[in-house]
């Protein structure tokens, strides 16, 4: 029997479509079917198709949904628990002894649920994650309708963890999320010291033969890039180019702040993605990432929330916001443009990923996965540059409507998928039961 296909329009929006030439479509119509957008165009009066389902998105603009690049949605019910401390402290006295205790599947399954209804109110429709219990944040994504990566943590600082080991583990993980259609599984060694030299190897080997992405964190903050010339007289990223690990695509890096000069060349050459995570690097006292070098040298460089234990939201257009000014206050004015800002939230986020072919524009044979942001609030007025205006005007909560692969997550700020009292509900009684625990 022929599968019935499934219609959907958009009308009656201001399509910035973020493709090569940056067009921009008044009154557009985008007619998606199934998983994918089969047309879009601009009408000379907004009016609504008939015959099949259509929102109105007249008063808003409508662009690719956003993509954040480095996140830890597991840890959703640590929001705001520990601010005022850097970095290496946060983790080791507070985050750590949490997880330790806190850190099993129903956590990492109602922080997902938790997060992934935030991130789709604020315009995300995409989303690189690294924590533990992977297998749970996927089944809270698929729930959910949103495009993840998930990302299983692999964290072996005393070197414990044998290769072996590392490999049955993730091929159960692999079996466990082969059923969800929209998450990509991953592998997510920690970091230069959070995982010993010998299972470096392992990680691209196993990459390379289940060709999955590998996610890390790099060069986070001085210390980290101290400790590896100590060990090794190489930093981080020229540790990672000896074990061969730029060669292998998609690999994505996230902060990348303390670099060299070589460092910079390095990440370019090999056009590696980087998330760069400005709120989380301010808030936990690191430095700024030279992203302007970066983008210049080659790096597909994204944008990432961090988790909310250390932003403490999953806004990305706060994010660009943020990125933005920091990149004129390091480089000058114009060397980082809003427009710059809302390509790295969507087509250059879905380079990073080695999947601008799929998604990351508005373009006929992409996945739908379509936003539209109101411009109707008194922020919002008047309105001249609609990237300026994203980027420093709107907010997450001006984001109206939300299709992920032609199924509505959103529509008029009402979630669809997710149950979004119950999620609430949960979350309070989780948090009472956490800060009830702190000495
Ligand atoms: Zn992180």
């Known amino acids: 029997m022929k599968k019935r296909s499934n219609r959907l329009f958009l009308w009656g929006g201001t399509a910035l479509t973020m493709d090569s030439k940056g067009t921009v479509l008044e009154n557009a119509l985008i007619e998606i079917e199934n998983e994918q957008i089969i047309s879009i165009k601009s009408q000379k009066k907004a009016s609504k198709p008939e015959g099949a389902k259509a929102i109105d998105c007249r008063g808003c603009l409508v662009c690719p949904g956003f993509v954040n690049g480095h996140t830890h949605t597991g840890m959703t019910l640590l929001r705001g628990i520990a601010d005022d401390l850097p970095l290496q402290r946060w983790l080791t006295e507070v985050i750590f002894p949490l997880e330790k205790r806190w850190g099993k599947p129903d956590f990492v399954y109602l922080g997902t649920l938790l997060a992934c209804a935030e991130m789709i109110r604020s315009g995300t429709t995409f989303f690189n994650d690294m924590y533990y219990f992977e297998e749970f944040a996927a089944k809270a994504v698929d729930e959910s309708g949103m495009r993840a990566i998930c990302g299983q943590t692999i964290i072996d600082i005393s070197g414990v963890e044998k290769a072996s080991d590392i490999v049955e583990k993730f091929d159960a993980f692999l079996e466990a999320v082969s059923g969800y259609s929209r998450v990509i599984p991953a592998i997510a060694p920690h970091s230069i010291y ?24 790099l060069a986070e903050e001085q210390g980290e ?43 370019g050459k090999h056009k590696v993605g980087i998330a760069h995570n400005p709120e989380s690097n301010l808030k936990l006292g690191t430095k700024i990432a030279p992203v302007v070098e970066l983008r210049k040298a080659g790096a597909n460089v994204c944008l990432g929330t961090d988790s909310v234990a250390s932003n403490n939201n999953l806004d990305l257009l706060q994010e660009a916001d943020t990125a933005a000014k920091l990149q004129i206050f390091r480089k000058g004015i114009g060397e980082l443009t809003a427009y710059d800002a809302v390509r790295m ?52 909560a001006d984001v109206k409507h939300s299709v992920v692969g032609g199924k509505v997550l959103m529509e008029n700020r009402i979630l669809k998928t997710l149950d979004l009292d119950s999620i609430l509900k949960e979350a309070k009684r989780w948090g009472k039961k956490i800060f009830d625990s702190i000495d």
């Open 345 to 396: 939230l969507t087509i250059e986020g879905a380079a990073a990923f080695g999947l601008a072919d799929k998604t990351g524009s508005l373009e006929v044979g992409k996945w739908a996965d379509v936003i539209a942001v109101s411009v109707e609030a008194p922020h919002a007025q008047p309105l001249y540059n609609p990237y300026s205006h994203l980027v420093y005007s709107a907010g997450g």
């Open 194 to 217: 959070g995982v010993s030299d010998k299972v470096w190897p392992e990680v691209i080997s196993f990459a390379s033969r289940h060709k999955i992405p590998i996610h890390i964190h």
């Open 225 to 267: 890039v101290d400790d590896c010339l100590k060990r090794y007289k190489k930093t981080p990223t020229e540790m990672f180019d000896r074990y061969g690990l730029w060669d292998y695509q998609p690999v994505i890096a996230a902060h990348a702040v303390v670099l060299t000069e070589n460092d910079i060349q390095i990440l």
